[in-house]
Every structure is written in C-alpha cells, then in structure tokens.
C-alpha cells in the first residue's frame, strides 16, 4: 500500500512532521511517496506546474492509495484529483489543518470554491479531516467547513496547533487503521436509492 505524503506552502518534505511520518509508515511496510512542489513565496504560484510535478513525482492513483496533505498541501490533493485521469479510486484522502480558504491573492486559485466539491467526493473511497481545536493559523471552523463538504469524517485534536512539530502519532494511528480496514462499499453504495420500488420494465 502507498501512501503519498504532500507538503503545505514555504514547506518540503524534509520539514515539519514529513521525515518522521516517512520513516514511520516506512518501518511499518508501506510505500511512501513525498513529491517536492514549487509551493513557496520565492517562485510565482502556477498550478499547471504544480499538477505537472504531481503526475511525475506520484503518477496514476491505485485504490489502494491514500494520500494526506498538510495545510494547502491538501489543496493539491483536491485538484490533482480533480484534473488527472482516473481507472482507479484511491483507499483515502487525509486533509491535516487545511484551510477552507486563504487571504493571499496569489493562492486564490487554489480555493475549495474553484472545485467541484459534488465531484471530488466521488474521488477517494473515504476523506479525512484532521484539525486541531487551537491551530492559530487556519481556525478549527476551516476543518469543520471541510468536512461538511466533502462529507469527510472530522477528526478533532487539541493541543497540535498548526501541525508544524516533528512528530504526531495520531497520523500514523489512522493511516495504519484505514489500511486496516477493509473498505465494504464502492462510492455510493451507502446513498439511498430512490429507484428500488419502482417494478422493473417486463
């Protein structure tokens, strides 16, 4: 199983929780996959680059994936989701301390309102929402915002701020338990269906 490890802005894989978290799932049998993106204030913001470096570092998704994105790092996700070609539905979306939106207008185009949240939720058999109660950065609400869209399971902690430290066990806790479980149902089998009582055509 691989997971794909994608860091936020003014960030890159050797920073914050990523090197840990690397050798973590490495340790414990899993691929890991840390694409390095053009994603900082020295360089302008093209997205069209950022996808590019996505496809070559990451390549197609199996459904077997789970990919987690640190702060607009979970962004990234969201539109590479949205503009590769899919044979695949990856196993999980892990989305720690994103934003629902940001101020800089250099970033705008990374807004979840850009997306076709009706669409990406359709994208990964599950998404996940990792937000600390007190992260001064993107407010608790920005996680809450999230998950309601995406119809995501919201998973609160206190006490991690921003998620900038070296080490959070609660990631490697629910990577492990969604690698764990078998997921029972394709993308819409749970939705209810409006068409079971009509008699089939003779």
């Given amino acids: 199983m691989r997971v794909i490890l994608v860091h936020g802005f003014n960030s890159n894989p050797s920073m914050n929780f990523h090197p840990w978290l690397a050798d973590q799932l490495r340790d414990s049998g899993f691929q890991v996959v840390v694409p390095k993106l053009s994603l900082s204030t020295t360089e302008e913001i093209d997205l069209n680059l950022i996808i590019e470096e996505m496809k070559t570092q990451v390549g197609y998704l199996k459904n077997d994936d789970i990919l987690l994105g640190h702060s607009l790092g979970g962004f990234i996700i969201l539109q590479y989701l949205e503009a590769i070609e899919m044979t695949e539905t990856p196993r999980a979306v892990i989305l720690v301390a994103a934003p629902w939106k940001v101020s800089k207008p250099e970033l705008r185009r990374l807004f979840i309102a850009e997306l076709d949240a ?73 939705l209810s269906d409006d068409y079971k009582d009509i008699p089939s055509p003779i």
């Fill in 118 to 190: 009706d669409v990406l939720m359709w994208k990964a058999r599950e998404f996940v929402v990792v937000h600390s109660k007190d992260d001064q950065l993107v407010p608790f609400e920005h996680g809450e915002r999230l998950a309601e869209t995406l119809k995501a399971r919201l998973i609160e902690t206190d006490g991690d701020g921003h998620y900038m430290n070296e080490q959070y066990p609660v990631l490697v806790d629910i990577i492990k338990k969604i690698a764990g479980s078998p997921f029972e149902f394709a993308p819409g089998m749970a």
